[in-house]
């Protein structure tokens, strides 16, 4: 056989020495290496932050909604349930008064079915009081259209003019608030001649 020619040798590529296009990629990728990051667009970045920034507010405005329901669902229980405690408190005089109607079935003693509506008596006044209910004192003072309620007037030399001398219905205050006008009756002058 004979041996191959120095052209064959450049031809073949067990033989030959690396091509020229090798080299010159092998710089090119280590060029790419050495280049600075590429810079995010600022659009998309800006797009990016209004999208964040629409999501926290529909985050909050949707806590906001939630929280207006829950206060106005809390508001509706309170207004529901405000006399609980003292509806509570009426409970034991309702009993003490169906006690007392059954006494009456049992007994013919009146005198301590009186004492006995007596006692309820004082104990529905304490539980009004304890609740900020107040009687409205009329009998002997001047009359006073914000807490009276003149029911009729009757001729008195006894008491100047304007003045409660008799009390037809009691007049009720919650915390000062006006609930009920006393019912009154109120002097005036007697007529001239009579």
Known sequence: MASPSPTDAAASPETSAPSAAPIESAPAAGAAETAP??????????????????????????????????????????????????????????????????????????????????????QLHQTLKKHGVDHVEAIGKPFDYHAHEAVSQVESDQHPEGTVIHQTRKGYKLKGRLLRPAGVVVSKPPEKGS
């Open 37 to 122: 990051p590429a810079q995010p667009d600022p659009v998309e970045k800006l797009q990016a932050e209004a999208a964040s920034w629409k999501d926290k507010c529909l985050r909050a405005h949707a806590e906001m909604d939630n929280l207006r329901k829950r206060l106005a669902r809390e508001k509706q229980e309170a207004i529901e349930y405000a006399n609980e405690g003292f509806l509570h408190d009426l409970l034991p005089i309702v009993d003490n008064l169906e006690l007392a109607l059954q006494s009456m079935e049992q007994s013919d003693n009146i005198q301590t079915l009186k004492e006995g509506v007596g006692m309820v008596l004082s």
